[in-house]
C-alpha cells in the first residue's frame, strides 16, 4: 500500500483582545471544509489553528481589567477554542504563543537570524497603529491612517531590532514569479507587488521596547520580539521545527501546503514570512490563500458600531451547519460577503429547508410508502432520466474543480443547483401519478432509485461543508458508499425520513432579535444611570477575602455554581454565582476571591446563597472572577 500523501493547512492564529465574531470564525470553517475535503480524497491532512497572546494591545486590556496578561489571554484563548469546537471543525493542533516550547523555539530563532547577521540593531522612527501593531512609512498610510484597518497612527520612535527585507527582495520576486499561485486569488499577489515590492522594501522593525507583554529578546531583554513575528512562526514552531535539530512530523509535513488567513494579512504571510524562512534556509509554503471579509450590511464588524454576531450564538438558534452553510456559501472568492439575519434567513429556507431538505425528505417517505423502502436500478427510458443523470455527472466533476482551487460559495452553488434539479425531476416524473398505474411500477422504482442515487452523491459532496446533516442523509438512505460516480450503490433499502431543516419563521425571529437588542441596551442604560454614593454608603459594604474549598452544578440551573468558601469565620459560607458558563469547578477551587459578606441572603434554584463574589465583565461576553491569591482568607477589603 502506497503512503498517503501529506497536506498541512494552517488558519492565522486569532488575535486575543476578545471573543471571535463571525467574520473571525470564516478562517477555521474554510480552513475545515479544505481539510475534510483533502482527507475525503485520501490525504493524509494535519489542520492547525491556535491563538496569537502577545502584544501591547493585550497588556492594555489586561491593565484595564485589572487582571494578569497570562490571566487574561487564558480567558480569551478558551473562548476562541470555545468557538472553533462549536462549529464542528475538525483541527489536529490548536496552539497558543504562550506556550512554553514555541516560546523557547521562537528565542533561538532569533538569535540565530542575529548570528548570521540577518536581524541587526538600530532606531525607529515612524507611523505606528496600535490596533494592528504595525509601523508604516507615510507613504503607505491612507488618508494619513492605518491601511490596514483604517484608524489614526502614532508617531513612534524607538531603539528596536531589524529584519533585512531588502537582502532577499529579489530573491521574493522571483520567487513569485516561478510560482504563480502561490498567493490565491491573483488580485492579492498583483497588491504585493504593485504596494510593497516595486517600491521597495524597508527593513522591519522585529522588536518593541514600550511594553513587556511579549517574548523578550534572548540576549537584549530590554527587547520584546515584535507580535507579528511572534505569531507567524507558530506554523514551523507547532509541528516541531528546531533550529538545533528538527522533529520527524516538522520534517514530514513543511512546508505547509496552505495558509488560509484574511486579505488584511497577506502582506506579512507573502513577504515578510518568506523571507523568513529564505533567512533560515527553509522551503516556502506552496501556497496562500488570502480570503475577503464577511461585512454586516456593508460595514466591517466592530463592536463600536453595535453590529457583531457571534457564530457559537449563530449556531445555538439556527444550527452548527447552517452557520457552515451560510458562511461558506455566501463569502465569494475576491469580493467581500455579507451577513444580515434576513439574508441569512432567506438562504436557510431556500437552499436548506425548501431544496435539500425536501428533496430527502419526500424522497425517502415516497420510497417507504410505495416500496417498503427498498429500490434498485432500473431502464433510463425518458429524456427526463438522462438530463438528471448528465447533470449529476457534470456537478461531480464541476464539484473537484471547484473544491481544488478553493471556490467554497461556488461550490455550495453547484450542489444545490443538483438537489434543485432533483426537485424539479419529481416533479416532471409525478411518482404520486406513476403510483396509480400498476404497468409504471417498474419505471417508478427506477425514478425513486434515481433520486436517492443524486441524494447519496449530494450527502457525499456536502460532507466537507455540512458534515452533521450529510452523515443524516447517509443514515437515512441506508448507505455509507463515499464513491462520487453515479450508479456506484445499485439498491436502496432507507430508514425513516426525519427532517433535517425546519423552515424558519424570519417574523418572529426578527422579533426575538429585536428584544434582545432592547434588553441590552435597556442593560447598559440602567448601568450608566447607577447614582455616585457617599463614602458613608460605601461603608456599609462588608468586603472580604474568602478561598474556594468547593465547588459544584447547582442541577437544573445552567448558569450558576454552587461555591463553598471559607471567610476566615470558621463556618462555611455557601454562594451561589452565575459563572457557569466561564468557568469549570475544579479551575476554580483553591482559589481566594473577594466576597460581599453582608448581603441579605438569597434562595437561587433551591440553594441559600449567602454573599456575592466579585468578577469583571471583560468584554460582552467574557467575565472573569477577581482572584487575589495568597491575601488570608477572612481579610478584610477595603
Known sequence: MSEKKKFYITTAIAYTSSKPHIGNAYDIVLADMIARYKRMMGFEVFLQTGSDEHGQKIEEYANKAGITPKEYVDGVSAQIKGVWDSLNTSYDKFIRTTDEDHEKILQKIFKKLYDQGDIYKGHYEGKYCVPCESFFTPSQLVDGKCPDCGREVVDAKEEAYFLKLSKYQDRLIEYYEQNPDFIKPESRKNEMINNFLKPGL????????????????????KHVIYVWIDAL????????????????QFDKLWPADLHVIGKDIVRFHTIYWPII????GLPLPKQVLGHPWLLVGEDKM????????????????????????????????????????????????????????????????????????????????????????????????????????YHNADVCEAVISLAKRCNKYIDETAPWALAKDETKKAYLQNVLYNLLECIRLLGVMLTPIIPESAESISKQIGTGNRELSFGAVKEYSVGEAKPLFARLDAEKIAAEIEAEKKEKAETAENVAKISQIGIEDFAKVELKAAKITACEPIPKAKKLLKLTLDDGSGTDRTVASGIAKYYKPEDLV?????????????????VESNGMILAADCSEDDVKVLFIDGVPAGSKIR
Not at 522585529?206 to 523578550?216: D, E
Not at 434498485?376 to 455527472?393: F, M, Q, R, V, Y
Request: hydrophobic share 35%; charged share 25%; with cysteine.
Open 202 to 221: 524597508s527593513d522591519l522593525c522585529v522588536s518593541r521596547t514600550s511594553f513587556k507583554w511579549g517574548i523578550p529578546v534572548p540576549f537584549d531583554d
Open 233 to 248: 512562526f507558530n506554523y514551523i514552531t507547532g509541528i516541531g521545527y528546531d533550529p538545533d535539530g528538527s522533529s520527524e
Open 277 to 280: 524562512l529564505m533567512a533560515l
Open 302 to 405: 466592530s463592536k463600536s458600531k453595535g453590529n457583531v454576531i457571534y457564530a457559537d450564538d449563530m449556531a445555538k438558534r439556527f444550527g452548527v451547519d447552517a452557520v457552515r452553510y451560510y458562511l461558506l456559501s455566501e463569502m465569494p472568492f475576491t469580493q467581500d460577503g455579507t451577513i444580515t439575519y434576513e439574508s441569512f434567513i432567506t438562504k436557510y429556507n431556500a437552499d436548506l429547508a425548501n431544496t435539500l431538505g425536501n428533496l430527502v425528505n419526500r424522497s425517502i417517505a415516497m420510497t417507504n410508502k410505495y416500496f417498503g423502502g427498498k429500490v434498485c436500478a432500473g431502464e433510463n427510458s425518458e429524456p427526463c432520466d438522462i438530463e438528471l443523470i448528465k447533470t449529476a455527472e457534470e456537478t461531480i466533476k464541476k464539484y473537484y474543480e471547484l473544491m481544488d482551487s
Open 590 to 606: 483553591g482559589h481566594t476571591v473577594i466576597v460581599v459578606a453582608n448581603l441579605k441572603p438569597a434562595k437561587l434554584c433551591g
